[in-house]
């Protein structure tokens, strides 16, 4: 079953304005991540939050984790036309041994900047 | 550094035939590989956990001689679709894992006709 959900399914923007995606997931974790995906390529890690983390900044990226509400958001600030893409949140499929390192992907929030 | 390539990058095969996919880590070696498959407008799936030296774990629901899962080395991967139908049509990506992190080929890009 899928461990990540995000909202909003599709979102577009107007260039220099901010986007915010939010990622639900239901079980415990000890780390989330989000990626991005150009149409019909391969992913890009983008930041890694651990659960005991509440806030992360990685150039115009910021990331947030909410362990009480199961919950994240990804926040791209300035937006350019070259962030359009596809994003995705991920949590390891367990928290022990080899299911850490198993990924289970939310459905994904497709972004659309408008020059 | 943590190059992972996919080859090939698109194929189209007839109905009834197989089709190998490699998944290759350029840059470091890697003992754990994963398989994923993404329909259009829709997430990553994990199909299966590719071990070195040892028999790929599939995930539920993921037919296992159907997909046909090697990992013959610590930089290879291979990944053969067998019997191919229209329904298998489909992206598959695959990535490597180095130092609890995965990182992705490009994917490839199947079309059954």
């Known amino acids: 079953s899928q461990q990540g959900e995000e909202d909003p399914q599709a979102l577009s923007i107007q260039e220099g304005e901010n986007a915010t995606m939010n990622c639900s997931y239901k079980?415990?974790?000890?780390?989330l991540q989000w990626y991005r995906q150009n149409s019909g390529r391969g992913l890009v890690h983008l930041i890694l939050?651990?659960?005991?983390?509440r806030e992360k900044h990685s150039g115009r990226l910021r990331v947030t984790l909410d362990t009480s509400k199961k919950s994240s958001s990804l926040l791209i600030t300035a937006s350019r036309a070259a962030d359009t893409a596809s994003y995705f949140c991920a949590t390891p499929a367990g928290v022990s041994g080899g299911s850490n390192y198993k990924l289970t992907f939310g459905k994904g929030t497709l972004l659309t900047v408008n020059p | 550094g943590a190059v992972v390539s996919q080859h090939p990058s698109r194929v189209i095969c007839k109905s009834g035939t197989s089709v190998k996919i490699e998944c290759r880590s350029l840059d470091f070696q890697a003992t754990t590989m994963f398989w994923y498959r993404q329909f259009p407008k829709q997430s990553l799936m994990l199909m299966a956990t590719?071990?070195?030296?040892?028999?790929?774990?599939?995930e539920q629901g993921v037919e296992k001689d159907k997909f046909l899962i090697n990992h013959a080395s610590l930089t290879l991967s291979t990944l053969t679709v067998t019997s191919a139908h229209p329904e298998d049509s489909s992206f598959y990506i695959c990535?490597?894992?180095?130092?609890?992190?995965?990182?992705f080929g490009p994917g490839t890009r199947l079309t059954v006709t």
């Open positions: 990535s490597a894992l180095r130092s609890y992190e995965q990182y």
């Open positions: 079980t415990s974790i000890n780390n």
């Open positions: 590719s071990n070195e030296g040892s028999k790929a774990t599939y």
């Open positions: 939050i651990r659960s005991n983390e």
